[in-house]
């Protein structure tokens, strides 16, 4: 079958076609994911070297710097300041005795698409790093066969008030600080033998402001303010470590430790002190938790993939993706079907649960290099080297699907905000649809028998302007399922 633009129109919209099953293919997509991790082999120089990891609601930028320790910059779909900026909410550091980053060591790290997380495995010693997909809370999981020491504590950076990019001009004086006085800070809290921090926002938000500026006053009763008050954080804890001069500290072989996370509209601190407490303190166990988690990410990649490969090419050089850049920045890879078919599900990945991982325009922070040449320099960043895939290729697909996704109740946001997320997304989505099945058609082979085709699940419920990327307005506690989508085997 030619993908005709009727065709391809019929599939943006979300309308039903009839598109052929895979045939003799037993195992499920997210098994046949793994041949798409990002797969580095050696420990990241610097915080450039970070990979994604989240929920949807929490998310996490993680490195593991050479003779160095494990870092996570961590963040929260809603930690909103009084501008409405996105705060980083805090960043955690584990150390481990033997150090097993050392240089020389054997190291391999791997995002584990499959199951939404990262995997390390660094001198005999195994970390797995995910976020819980139905919790907002991250596992460092460590196993070591012999007796290592650990160490676990938060890190902080001096916040700023409001940056040069945020207009003022139409802010009212209340809703500014000050000239001369100092912004809020982080504060640090030791209780119970656990770590908590918290950046309280206070009675300050532009929200009225905003909501006059666009003539949309009256909205305000259905979108309340989302920033006056509004406080976040995490609390640092572990079953295998104790607290002891202010950090967590421990020795044995196997260790989860856990970082919960939190926002909350309280006009009193302790109000979301007692708060993340009781969240801590719900019943947790991470193998069953992990199983459901893993569940999750199974359903996941049911709903939407692309495998291919190009079969111009011998066998024992399909599918042969090293993970990172040459040293011009290019991917080189000879197999571009795979390293297109890799960079659609990874993009998928990022776009699905990592919303707020991004250092890009950081705002919270100084003295870090995060900016516009960081993300330039991000050691999971690299371009596809155009000109060194051959036009047209033949591919030997296994599968392509793309499924449509019903948007999830999120926080509440501003409505002007929410007008013009819906809008950025309906757009964002339309033109990645476009270049996946307009552009990405060039390089497939689209000619399938119709002996084969069968009927797949109709799309339902989507209307033309919900914006459908997956990692907008989506609450951890409420992660409906998607009806419907479109799949091509061959």
Known sequence: MTLTR????????GVPVLLPQARG??????????RYNVVWN????DATGVMPIGNGDIAAGVYAIENGDLYLLLSKNDAYTYMGDIFKTGRVRVSLNPNPFQPGRAFRQTLDLQSGSILIEADGVTLRIWADANRPVFHVEINSPRQIAVTAQPEFWKRFDTCAYNVTDYYSKSSLLPPGVEPAQDVRLERDGKLLWYYPVGDRSVYPDDLKFYQVEHMAEKFPDPYRYNTFGNLLESPALQLKDGVLRGAGKRFDIRIHALALQARKPETWIQAIERQAAASLNAATDWEKHRAWWASFWERSWIMTSDRTLPANVREKLNGE???????EERDGAALVAQSYNVFRFLMANCPIIQTVANPGQTGHPWGSEFFSKQRIVAEIDYHRVKTPLEPAIEGVQVTPARPRRGHTVPAVQLLLKNLAAHLFQT??????????????DRRFSPEIFQAQSATRGIRPMQPIQEWLARHHHDRGSVEGGYAVSA
């Open 42 to 45: 050696s420990p990241s120089k």
């Open 325 to 331: 850049p040459s040293k011009t920045g290019l991917r």
């Open 25 to 34: 293919e037993s195992t499920s997509a997210a098994e046949r994911m793994g």
């Open 6 to 13: 009727r065709t391809a129109t019929r599939l943006l919209a």
């Open 431 to 444: 033109l990645a649809d476009l270049f996946l099945v307009l552009g990405f058609r060039k390089q497939v």
